[in-house]
Structures are given as structure tokens and as C-alpha cells.
T-cell receptor
Framework: GAVVSQHPSWVICKSGTSVKIECRSL??????MFWYRQFPKQSLMLMAT?????????EQGVEKDKFLINHASLTLSTLTVTSAHPEDSSFYIC???????????FGSGTRLTVV | GENVEQHPSTLSVQEGDSAVIKCTYS??????FPWYKQELGKRPQLIID?????GEKKDQRIAVTLNKTAKHFSLHITETQPEDSAVYFC????????????FGTGTRLKVLA
């Protein structure tokens, strides 16, 4: 079945630094990838949609200059949290679709802690 | 804008009983409704889905029903087991061609042994 790999699974960084999270589709071409943020005991909140080769579309309230998304190939999308602050601490999870298979395939998630 | 409401937020049932989780969506053009199970700290796993041209779908102990007129869809778990304990999320597509999913707020299901 479709597999999406996400790295790192957890990261601790200092306030003010940047962190890059990678999302790879291993056995299919991810035409579209989505990035979600999930705070404890809350739902998945869509941050942005990225189509391969295009600029990401951000949801209302998500700072595009803070959360940089790159989807340069059909198998890789990256999310960079720039100038991270403690309030950015969360579980970040990607999902991917080739628009053919049913349902999203989620990555394993990245727990970001900013200290 | 698009919205998916999910109820209840928490649900406790005795092992062997049934559990029902309900969702309501706002976009009448939504045409795909998946359900995900998420265990603590792990990725959501697709457990069942239904398309708008079908009213009901069943997979062993899990079933989903869809009422397009009322814009409701529900997850039914029968003969619940302790390993069914998790958070369940419904989702609906926002039919804009983006394949974007809008997730419900989640239901924490606890199956008591």
C-alpha cells in the first residue's frame, strides 16, 4: 500500500532557530501534499496544501513566511518552521495523495518542542 | 466556509456494546467521507470511507452511513473491543478540486473491559 515517510519523528530546538521537516512518498507519486498541525487533544488543523512544482496554498491565519513549504518533486515536500517559538510546539503531520488512491496517506508525524 | 462538526467529543462504552459517532458537514458538494482512527502520538489510520453515491458501507465490525440530504454521516462500531479505544476523526472533502479534507473535532472512544 501507499507509504509516506516523515522525518524527524521528534525534534527539540531552541527558540529563534529553524527546523525542517521532510515528508516523502515512498511508493507513489504525491501530486498533492498537505501539512497539518495538531495540538494535544485537538483535531488536525490544515496549515497548507502543496502541489508539486507550485507554491503552497496556506489556510487563513497561517503565516506563510514562518512556515515555509517546498514541494519540488513528486515524492518530497518539506516544511520549515522559521524562527521557532515555544507556541510553535506541536505535532506536525503531513499527508499525501496521488489523487487516484482513496484517502490520504499520512506521515508518522513530527513532534516539535521549542525551548 | 467549510466545516465539519463531530459528536460526541468523548464516548465510553462497555466491551461488546456498540458505539456510534456522528458528523455533519456544511459543503453540499462534498463527495468523499473518510473515517480515521488515531492512537496517542501516532498517525491517523484510515478505517473506512464512503462516497456520496453510496448510502452505507460495512467492513466487518465497522460501518458508515451517509445521509446526503441532511449532510450527516455516522460511524458505527459493533461488538467493541478494548483495542478500539482511540480518537476517531471524520473528514469531508471540500469539493474545490484541491482534494482538501476538513476534519471533525474528534471523538475519544474508551471501551471499558
Amino acid at each position: 500500500g501507499a507509504v509516506v515517510s516523515q522525518h524527524p519523528s521528534w525534534v527539540i530546538c531552541k527558540s529563534g532557530t529553524s527546523v525542517k521537516i521532510e515528508c516523502r512518498s515512498l511508493d507513489f507519486q504525491a501530486t498533492t501534499m498537505f501539512w497539518y498541525r495538531q495540538f494535544p487533544k485537538q483535531s488536525l488543523m490544515l496549515m497548507a496544501t502543496s502541489n508539486e512544482g507550485s507554491k503552497a496554498t496556506y489556510e487563513q491565519g497561517v503565516e506563510k513566511d514562518k512556515f515555509l513549504i517546498n514541494h519540488a518533486s513528486l515524492t518530497l515536500s518539506t516544511l520549515t518552521v522559521t524562527s521557532a517559538h515555544p507556541e510553535d510546539s506541536s505535532f506536525y503531520i503531513c499527508s499525501a495523495t496521488d489523487r487516484v488512491i482513496s484517502g490520504y496517506t499520512f506521515g508518522s508525524g513530527t513532534r516539535l518542542t521549542v525551548v | 466556509g467549510e466545516n465539519v462538526e463531530q459528536h460526541p467529543s468523548t464516548l465510553s462504552v462497555q466491551e461488546g456494546d456498540s458505539a456510534v459517532i456522528k458528523c455533519t458537514y456544511s459543503d453540499s458538494a462534498s463527495n468523499y467521507f473518510p473515517w480515521y482512527k488515531q492512537e496517542l502520538g501516532k498517525r491517523p489510520q484510515l478505517i473506512i470511507d464512503i462516497r456520496s453515491n453510496v448510502g452505507e458501507k460495512k467492513d466487518q465490525r465497522i460501518a458508515v452511513t451517509l445521509n446526503k440530504t441532511a449532510k450527516h454521516f455516522s460511524l458505527h462500531i459493533t461488538e467493541t473491543q478494548p483495542e478500539d479505544s482511540a480518537v476517531y476523526f471524520c473528514a469531508a472533502t471540500w469539493a474545490s478540486g484541491t482534494y482538501k479534507y476538513i476534519f471533525g473535532t474528534g471523538t475519544r472512544l474508551k471501551v471499558l473491559a
